[in-house]
C-alpha cells in the first residue's frame, strides 16, 4: 500500500461532511463510480502533513460498508480537534494505492470538546497607595501555548474584549493544572481580564472561564 499524488483522472473524494450526535461523529462523502473502499485517517488538527504520510493506523472502510451503514461512523473522546482523511484507494502495481488530493476536499475537522481554563484575578492595595498588585492565577485542564491567553489592562472599569485596553502577552507557556503567575503592579484605577488572542480559533477548542 503507498501514496500516489492525483493525477487529473484520478478518482477523487468529494462533499465530505461530518455531523456530531453526543460523541458520535458520522462521516459521508460522495464516492467516484470506480472507487469500491477508502481508507480512513484521523490526526490531531493542525498536524502538518508530509508529502507522503504515513499508513499506519488508516482504516479500511469498503463502499458497502458505508451503504450497510449509511456513512461512517466514529466515536470522538476526550478533547482537542482532529481531522479526519479520507482517501480513494485503487489497485495498482504493488498493491492498493492511496490518492493525495490537493485542495482539502476529502479532509475535514472535528471538535471533540472544549478543555476548561479557568481564572482568577486578586488584587492588593494600601489606602495611600497610588498602585495595586494584582496576582492571576489560571488552572487548565491541558497543557497550553504562551500565545492562546493575553491579558488586557484597562483604566476604569474591566475590558469587554482584547481591544478595549492595553493587551499584555503571556512570556511564558501554561502547564496542566494550576499556574500561579507572577504579580504585577498596576494603577489602583486599572483593571483587567484574560482573553484568547484568536477568539475564533481557540474559542473552538477551550472556554475561558472567569472564577
Known amino acids: ?21 453526543a460523541d458520535l461523529c458520522t462521516l459521508r462523502w460522495h464516492w467516484p463510480g470506480s472507487v469500491q473502499a477508502v481508507y480512513i485517517g484521523k490526526t490531531a488538527a493542525g498536524q502538518e502533513q508530509a508529502d507522503a504520510p504515513s499508513t499506519a493506523g488508516l482504516k479500511l472502510y469498503t463502499k458497502a460498508e ?41 479532509a475535514i475537522e472535528i471538535s471533540a470538546g472544549k ?50 485596553g492595553t493587551l499584555y502577552p503571556f512570556v511564558s507557556p501554561f502547564s496542566s493544572g494550576k499556574n500561579l503567575l507572577p504579580a504585577i503592579e498596576v494603577g489602583k484605577q486599572d483593571y483587567i481580564r484574560l482573553f484568547f488572542t484568536d477568539g475564533r480559533l481557540y474559542g473552538q477548542m477551550y472556554e475561558l472561564i472567569s472564577v
Open 66 to 106: 458505508y451503504k450497510a451503514n449509511n456513512g461512517y461512523h466514529s466515536r470522538i473522546e476526550g478533547i482537542g480537534r482532529y481531522t479526519f482523511t479520507v482517501y480513494a484507494c485503487q489497485e495498482g502495481e504493488g498493491g492498493p494505492q492511496l490518492i493525495l488530493q490537493q485542495g482539502g476536499e476529502n
Open 115 to 164: 478543555a476548561k481554563i479557568q481564572y482568577s484575578i486578586r488584587s492588593k492595595s494600601g489606602i495611600f497607595q497610588k498602585y495595586k498588585t494584582i496576582q492571576i492565577q489560571v488552572t487548565t485542564e491541558v497543557p497550553l501555548a504562551k500565545d492562546v491567553l493575553c491579558y488586557v489592562k484597562k483604566q476604569g472599569g474591566y475590558p469587554a474584549n482584547k481591544e478595549d
Open 1 to 21: 500500500m503507498r501514496f500516489i499524488h492525483a493525477e487529473q483522472d484520478s478518482p477523487l473524494i468529494s462533499g465530505l461532511t461530518r455531523t456530531m450526535e
